[in-house]
C-alpha cells in the first residue's frame, strides 16, 4: 500500500502549519502589524540602555575638564595625577549646576559652556536610549517619559558617586545634593532627545493650537536674538580691553599649559558673560558682588577679582552715541515680530485668504512671555557665588530680567507685527 494517499497534504494543496506563511497563524488569518521602531527582538533592556548611555554622555563631558584642569596642574607639579583627576571631577560637577565647598566659600558660578555640552550629550543619550527599547516613531508619550527617566536615574547614580570621589581629599560637594540636580538634568535633556526621537514633539505640534505655536516659536526667536545682542555686546568689551585682559593671564605665571588652561577656563564662563551682558542691554544689569551693579545707568563696583573676562566691564554710565544700545531689546521684539507677520502673510497670499488681526496679534501678545521664561531660566543659571564675603552674589537678578525681557518683546512684537500687516498687501480674494 502507498504511503501516499490523495488525502495527504502534500498531494491536496493544503497547507501545514510548518508551511504558513509567518504572521497567518492568527485567528482569523490575520497578520500583526509591527510596532514602530522594529522588531521587539533588536530591543536592549531598559535599564542596560540607560547606564550606557549615561555613562557615555558623563564620560564625554568629562574629559574635556579632566584634560584642561589636569594640564594646568601637572605643568608646574602642583599636584599628582590623582588630584588632577579630582579636579577635573569637582569642575565637572560643576558644570552641572553642583555647588562646591572650598576655603574660600562656596562655589556656584556654573560655566555654562560645559553645562551646553552636558545637555547636548544628555539630549543624544535619550535618542539612544529611545532607539534601544524600539520606540522610535511611536509618538507614544509615556516611552518618551521613560526613556527620559531611566536616563534621569543612571545619571543620578553617576552624580552621587562623582560627588563622593571629589570630596575625597578636594572641596566639599553634597552627595544628595548632586545626586538631586544630575536626576533633574539628565531627565530633562535626554526628554529633548526622546521627544524627537519619538515623534511626540510632532505630535504635540499638532494637538497644540496654532497661535500658541506661532507665539512659542516667535519668543524663541526674540531671546535668541536677545541673546545674540548680548554676546557681541561682550564680545565687543572684552575685544576693547584685551590688553588688561592679557595682563591679567600674564600675572597669574603658571607657564604656557596653565595660561592655556586659564584662557580656556575663561571660554567656557563667555555664555555667562553673554547672559550679563544681556541683561545689560535689558536693563536691570548684574552684579559683580554684593552691593555692586553694572547698569546702563550705573556702574558702582569695588575692587575686582583677576578674571579676564571682567576686563570689558563699563566704567560708567552710558552717554552720547552709547544711548542707542538701549533700543536693542525693543529691536529685537521689533524683528521677531516682523518674522512672524511676514510669515503669515505669505501663507495668507499662498491661501488667497485676506489675514486677520487676531492670528497676527494673539502670538505676538504669547512671544513676551516665552522670551520672558527663556531669558529669566538663563540668567538663573549664569548667577552664583564664586567665593564667601563679597563675592557672594555674581550675575543678574533672575525675575528681573525675565520681567523687563516679557515687556519689552510684548510691545516690540506687537508693534512689528501690526506695522509689518498694516504696510503688506494681503491676497483678499
Avoid: C, K
Amino acid at each position: 500500500m502507498s504511503d501516499v494517499t490523495p488525502d495527504h497534504p502534500r498531494r491536496s494543496g493544503a497547507v501545514t502549519a510548518d508551511d504558513r506563511p509567518a504572521g497567518r497563524g492568527t485567528p482569523g488569518g490575520r497578520v500583526p502589524r509591527p510596532r514602530p521602531g522594529g522588531s521587539p527582538r533588536g530591543r536592549a533592556p531598559l535599564a542596560v540602555a540607560a547606564a550606557v548611555a549615561a555613562f557615555g554622555a558623563a564620560l564625554t563631558s568629562y574629559l574635556p575638564v579632566a584634560i584642561v584642569l589636569g594640564l594646568a596642574q601637572l605643568s608646574e607639579d602642583a599636584g599628582s595625577f590623582a588630584g588632577a583627576l579630582r579636579a577635573g571631577l569637582a569642575g565637572w560637577l560643576l558644570g552641572h549646576g553642583v555647588p562646591l565647598g572650598t576655603e574660600a566659600g562656596p562655589l556656584g558660578l556654573t560655566p555654562l559652556a560645559l553645562s551646553a555640552l552636558v545637555i547636548l550629550r544628555l539630549a543624544r543619550a535619550g535618542v539612544h536610549v529611545s532607539r534601544a527599547i524600539g520606540a522610535r516613531g511611536g509618538r507614544s508619550p509615556r516611552q518618551a517619559l521613560t526613556a527620559a527617566g531611566a536616563v534621569g536615574i543612571a545619571y543620578a547614580l553617576l552624580g552621587v558617586l562623582g560627588a563622593v570621589l571629589a570630596g575625597v581629599g578636594g572641596p566639599t560637594v553634597s552627595p544628595v545634593r548632586a545626586g538631586m540636580t544630575f536626576a533633574l538634568l539628565g531627565a530633562l535633556a535626554a526628554l529633548i532627545g526622546a521627544v524627537r526621537t519619538t515623534g511626540v514633539g510632532g505630535l504635540l505640534a499638532e494637538r497644540a493650537p496654532v497661535a500658541l505655536r506661532d507665539g512659542i516659536r516667535t519668543g524663541l526667536v526674540a531671546g535668541l536674538l536677545l541673546l545674540g545682542a548680548g554676546a557681541g555686546a561682550a564680545g565687543l568689551a572684552v575685544a576693547t580691553g584685551g590688553g588688561d585682559a592679557a595682563d591679567m593671564i600674564g600675572a597669574y605665571r603658571t607657564g604656557v599649559a596653565g595660561q592655556a588652561g586659564i584662557t580656556l577656563i575663561s571660554l567656557a564662563y563667555a555664555p555667562n558673560a553673554a547672559i550679563w551682558s544681556t541683561s545689560y542691554l535689558l536693563g536691570p544689569g548684574f552684579a559683580v558682588g554684593t552691593d555692586t551693579a553694572v547698569r546702563t545707568s550705573e556702574v558702582s563696583v569695588g575692587a575686582l577679582p583677576a578674571v579676564p573676562l571682567l576686563a570689558g566691564l563699563p566704567r560708567g554710565p552710558v552717554d552720547g552715541l552709547g544711548a542707542a544700545l538701549l533700543a536693542v531689546p525693543v529691536l529685537a521684539g521689533m524683528a521677531a515680530g516682523w518674522l512672524l507677520a511676514r510669515r503669515l502673510v505669505r501663507l495668507a497670499v499662498d491661501e488667497r485668504a485676506p489675514l486677520n488681526w487676531a492670528p497676527l496679534l494673539a502670538p505676538a501678545a504669547i512671544a513676551g512671555p516665552v522670551a520672558g521664561a527663556l531669558l529669566g531660566a538663563v540668567a538663573a543659571a549664569s548667577a552664583g557665588p564664586l567665593g564667601g564675603g563679597r563675592l557672594a552674589q555674581m550675575g543678574p537678578v533672575a525675575w528681573q530680567v525675565a520681567l523687563v525681557t516679557t515687556a519689552v518683546v510684548a510691545a516690540g512684537a506687537l508693534l512689528g507685527a501690526a506695522a509689518t500687516r498694516a504696510f503688506t498687501r494681503t491676497a483678499a480674494r
